[in-house]
């Protein structure tokens, strides 16, 4: 399969989660089991949706590096140049492990495309416990959700505000947002139904907006890198993220299984010191609320 498939949690369309859409141009590119949405103005993705078999993954040894996407023009992308000589992180959207399902060969192929530079993002460089945190909720949900075939689509971008600071012509996102969404027959139902969860990691320094300020210029006036904080991760409604990044989410919205949330305008840098209500702060895991039903063993 190439590119992502909006139908892949129910067949014959019964559960669909179809791709974001937007009130912008976006292009989409598709790779093996994932598509991504570039916006050809911020040069990142706004969005990019994955397909995930549990039951099909390949742990194959880390192969591929990082290459322009030969699918969109150079002059819509945030190749090497972003990264060379500084502290920041190709960040993956799409994890190289989520797509790398079926056989060998379809596995690795998957696995190599995740590296195109249509698929990073830049955030802070170094690993901490936050950032594994975030990297490892599809782990969280596709372990304890009651999906079939311990299937999960998994959607993942970032927030683009015009605030963002300009850094070597690209201007650097501070927070990404992901939404996990699987399928499950209630009890007492016969047809499966989806639900979904939504997170937020933010590296917004932990200033206030006139600290941010100077301290920004001040890395800009001398070709640094603007200041980013530590990695925090929120699970937030998924209405909110459908908010902060003006995406068509579609029916994850309804399938939020934290219930739904009332229309607002959730404004991002509020998320520095004080989150906005409805937002939780995650350290671990299991801290995920409400966790996902529990998989069916009979």
């Known amino acids: ?111 190599e495309a995740t590296f195109v530079y249509t698929n990073a993002a830049p955030q802070v460089g170094g690993f901490n416990q936050s950032k594994q945190l975030w990297n490892g909720l599809e782990d969280h949900v596709l372990e304890y959700a009651d999906a079939h075939d311990h299937r999960i689509v998994v959607l993942t971008g970032c927030v683009f505000l015009d605030s963002d600071p300009v850094y070597r012509g690209v201007a650097v996102p501070r927070q990404f947002w992901k939404v996990v969404a699987w399928a499950t027959v209630p009890d007492g139902g016969t047809s499966p139904a989806l639900r979904a969860a939504a997170f937020v990691l933010d590296q917004t320094p932990l200033l206030t907006d006139a600290e941010l300020s100077t301290a920004t210029g001040r890395a800009l006036a001398v070709g640094q890198v603007p200041p980013l904080g530590p990695f925090r991760t929120f699970q937030v409604p998924v209405a909110d993220v459908g908010s902060l990044t003006r995406l068509d989410l579609g029916p994850v919205v309804d399938a939020d299984v934290r219930g739904p949330a009332p229309e607002r305008r959730v404004e991002p840098r509020t998320t520095s010191r004080r989150p906005p209500s409805g937002w939780t702060e995650l350290h671990h895991p299991a801290e995920v609320l409400p966790p996902p039903t529990p998989r069916r063993t009979s």
């Open 1 to 111: 399969m190439t590119g992502y498939d909006a139908q892949f949690l129910g067949p014959g369309g019964t559960v669909r989660v179809p791709l974001p859409t937007a009130d912008r141009p976006l292009r989409r590119l598709d790779h093996p089991h994932f598509s991504v949405l570039l916006d050809p103005e911020r040069r990142l993705a706004a969005a990019t949706a994955c397909a995930v078999d549990g039951a099909r993954l390949q742990r194959l040894p880390r192969s591929g590096s990082w290459r322009l996407d030969p699918q969109a023009p150079p002059a819509e992308q945030s190749g090497n140049e972003l990264y060379h000589h500084n502290p920041l992180d190709r960040g993956h959207l799409v994890r190289r492990l989520d797509p790398m399902w079926g056989t060998v060969d379809e596995a690795r192929a998957a696995g």
